[in-house]
């Protein structure tokens, strides 16, 4: 289970991706999922890899880097169109 901010209209079997909290995108997973309520989301397959889940805010020089996962909708899709006929 994931904890989210907010999740909208999402639904079972809608897909997500979790995004990399490591130094490589190649800990980004693609999960679908089994439930919702409120803001807890339950999902048809395990997590494999690390995604901080809490604030982890990283001290660097230039400021602080908060490391928390972002999770983002996959299920549905937009169309951009430019004013140009390019």
């Known amino acids: ?9 999402w639904k ?3 897909s997500l991706v979790i995004s990399s909290t490591e130094s490589t995108f190649a800990d980004n997973e693609v ?16 997590i494999k890899n690390f995604h901080y889940g809490s604030p982890n805010v990283l001290n660097y020089t230039i400021g602080k880097v908060d490391m928390r996962a972002s999770v983002g909708l996959l299920t549905r899709n937009i169309v951009i169109k430019s004013s140009n006929s390019w």
Do not use: F, H, P
């Open 1 to 9: 289970m994931i904890n989210v901010e907010a999740c909208l209209d």
């Open 12 to 14: 079972a079997g809608d």
């Open 31 to 46: 999960v679908t999922i089994k439930s919702v309520e409120g803001n807890v989301i339950a999902l048809n397959e395990n």
